[in-house]
């Protein structure tokens, strides 16, 4: 089985700029998340999808924003890109919402922006 | 690969040696806990998890306690290889609809 997908690896964009990632999960899972990952940070939580609804939200501004399709492929996008947004963005898919104990999240490769 | 933190506490250990990674966290509500690996260029990897319910739990080569007194989680890998050399992280949750909230990971070295 396939595992999580993120599209593109690596991207660079100027401030102002927006940008669109995508993440195909695990065929058959429904649940998907962000995450920001950066060295001061660590790994943040961004939001979660389930059957294309957004189920939890991270404190990040409005900027971030994200959306899930009926195949459970997701999206997120950054607009207004600021320096500040310049990490490692990762993707994770479950069977089930995350918060049900009864599944494991498994994480994409990520997708490493750098704003300039 | 991917830098995935630069400031990050590292514990350097022998190969064969064993290893033990030190979480403290912060929630006392929370009630499950996951440790994830990631390597250089890679996602976070699940490890093993624990619920509150229980003080301990094994996998192969590895051992996670829980503490709940003291809030503390640790992770126990037995006869380190060199494979082990990654980031470490913790992460816990609250029951219901929580999302997972990670600490700030340990970098295990190997030295072989």
């Known amino acids: 089985k396939a595992g999580v997908t993120q599209t593109p690896r690596y991207l660079i964009k100027t401030r102002g700029q927006q940008v669109t990632l995508s993440c195909s999960p695990i065929?058959?899972?429904?649940?998907v998340s962000w995450y920001q990952q950066t060295p001061g940070q660590g790994l943040q939580f961004l939001f979660e999808?389930?059957?294309?609804?957004?189920?939890n939200k991270g404190n990040f501004p409005g900027r971030f924003s994200g959306r899930q399709f009926s195949n459970s492929r997701s999206e997120m996008n950054v607009s207004t890109l600021e320096l500040g947004d310049s990490a490692l963005y990762l993707c994770?898919?479950?069977?089930?919402?995350?918060?049900?104990?009864?599944?494991?999240?498994?994480f994409g490769p990520g997708t490493r922006l750098t704003v300039l | 690969g991917e830098s995935v933190g630069l400031h990050l506490p590292t514990l350097s250990v022998q190969e064969g040696d064993n290893s033990i990674i030190n979480c403290a966290y912060s929630n006392s509500a929370s009630d499950y806990f996951i440790w994830y690996k990631q390597e250089s260029g890679k996602g976070p990897q699940f490890i093993i998890d624990i619920r509150s319910n229980m003080d301990k739990r094994q996998g192969q080569r590895v051992t996670v306690l829980l503490n709940k007194t003291v809030k503390h989680l640790s992770l126990q890998i037995a006869a380190t290889q060199p494979g082990d050399s990654a980031v470490y992280f913790c992460a816990e949750s609250r029951s219901g609809n929580t999302p997972l909230v990670f600490g700030k990971g340990t970098r295990l070295s190997v030295i072989a």
């Open positions: 994770a898919s479950s069977l089930v919402p995350s918060g049900s104990r009864t599944d494991t999240q498994y």
């Open positions: 999808y389930f059957s294309e609804t957004q189920r």
């Open positions: 065929s058959g899972h429904r649940s």
